[in-house]
Structures are given as structure tokens and as C-alpha cells.
């Protein structure tokens, strides 16, 4: 069975910290996104990525960058964290086109 | 962008067939749709994929029409435990997965 592992359940970072969202899957899937979800907004995509080093954006991309050095591995950054990225983030992999998401069990961020 | 749209909330009693569809004006030729659950506090799981006409597995059916503008994911004879938020995925293209805003549905003893 997938499994995508998001580093924290819940975060709590100051106003212009810097902050790093860990997700690792271990399926050897080629696509790994970020997401983010707030109340009445639904999912909306970050990055996206379809291989290692490789990024691409999401429909909300500003304030975020991405990293993904390992095909394992994605991570979202917030360079200077401000409290309107107060949000549930979730990850999640796929191993192809048009195969299905996988999710991980989200990683709730909250800045002060 | 194209948009998927969905309605917001739905309520239901035990043992009754839930109809929820999904509508997707600017769905690209080669793209599938995907429904999704998700509960409190957990990400989204996959509940049923298809391209076109009917599919079905152990929990759900899945109508596509010709068009492919809409589709509809009908759950058979609900439970409490299907309470839950029920999401659309529209592959657009290559490139970016766009979730519709979710349909919540409560299921009533």
C-alpha cells in the first residue's frame, strides 16, 4: 500500500520564518504535489513536480518555492512565512498521468 | 482555467443511493475524472476513476455522459460512516490536477 509521510502534523512558526514542509513517498511514484486547503476554498495546487529537480506551478505558487533533489522526496518552503499562509498543506504522489493522487494526512501550519 | 463545479452540501439517510455530480465545461480529450473522499483531519482518498459511459467498483458506480461535461458518482445504500467530504478531480491536460470546492455530505440515521 502507498504511503506519503508528511514530516509534522501540526507547525507553529512566527510571522517571516522561514519554514520547510517535508513529504516522502515510498512507491517510487514519478509526481509528487503540494496542496493546500482552507475552509470554503477546497485544494488548491502550489507545485507540482514530474521528476526529480524538475518543478512546476500550481494556481497559488507566490510565497511558496519547492525542492526536489530525491524522487522520494518533496519539499515546500516558505521563504518568510506571513499569517495568510495559515493553512492545512497536504502532499500527495501519483505514479503517472492520470493515475490516482495519493495523500498524505496533511500538515496543519499555523503562523503568528 | 477550466472549473469544476459541484454542489456545496447534500444531506442523506441510511440506506439510501446518493447522486453527486460534478460538472466540467473544458475537459480535455484525454483527461480522466477522478472522485475523491476525505475525512476530517486526513487527506483525500481515492474512491473511482473513469473516461467515459459507467464504471464501478466494491463502493461506487461513475456515469460519465457522451459530452464528458459532467459526470456523477452515485453511492449505493449509504451509511453514517460515508459522511464526508466527496471531491472531483479533472486532469487538465499534462500539467496541473484541479480539485472541484467539494460536496459534504451528511448522512442521517
Known amino acids: 500500500d502507498v504511503k506519503v509521510t508528511q514530516s509534522s502534523r501540526y507547525l507553529v512558526k512566527r510571522t517571516g520564518e522561514k519554514v520547510f514542509l517535508e513529504c516522502v513517498q515510498d512507491m517510487d511514484h514519478e509526481n509528487m504535489f503540494w496542496y ?18 524538475m518543478k512546476e506551478k500550481g494556481d497559488i505558487p507566490e510565497g511558496y518555492s519547492v ?35 495519493h495523500f498524505g494526512n496533511g500538515t496543519r501550519l499555523t503562523v503568528t | ?18 447522486n453527486i455530480t460534478c460538472s ?8 480522466y475524472i477522478t472522485w475523491y473522499q476525505q475525512f476530517p483531519s486526513q487527506g483525500p482518498r481515492f474512491i473511482i476513476q473513469g473516461y467515459k459511459t459507467k ?3 466494491e463502493v461506487a458506480s461513475l456515469f460519465i455522459p457522451a459530452d464528458r461535461k459532467s459526470s456523477t458518482l452515485s453511492l449505493p445504500r449509504v451509511s453514517l460512516s ?14 496541473k490536477l484541479i480539485f472541484g470546492t467539494g460536496t459534504r455530505l451528511q448522512v442521517f440515521p
Request: proline share 3%; charged share 20%; with cysteine.
Open chain 1, 36 to 53: 493546500r486547503q482552507d475552509p470554503g476554498l477546497g485544494l488548491r495546487l502550489i507545485y507540482f513536480s514530474y521528476d526529480v529537480k
Open chain 2, 55 to 57: 464504471v464501478t467498483n
Open chain 1, 67 to 101: 525542492s526536489r533533489e530525491k524522487k522520494e522526496r518533496f519539499s515546500l518552503i516558505l521563504e518568510s512565512a506571513s499569517t495568510n499562509q495559515t493553512s492545512m498543506y497536504l502532499c500527495a504522489s501519483s505514479s503517472e498521468n492520470n493515475s490516482p493522487l
Open chain 2, 24 to 31: 466540467h465545461n473544458n475537459i480535455a480529450t484525454n483527461d
Open chain 2, 82 to 95: 460515508d459522511t464526508a467530504v466527496y471531491y472531483c478531480l479533472v486532469a487538465l491536460g499534462t500539467d
Open chain 2, 1 to 18: 482555467l477550466a472549473k469544476t463545479t459541484q454542489p456545496i452540501s447534500m444531506d442523506s439517510y441510511e440506506g439510501q443511493e446518493v
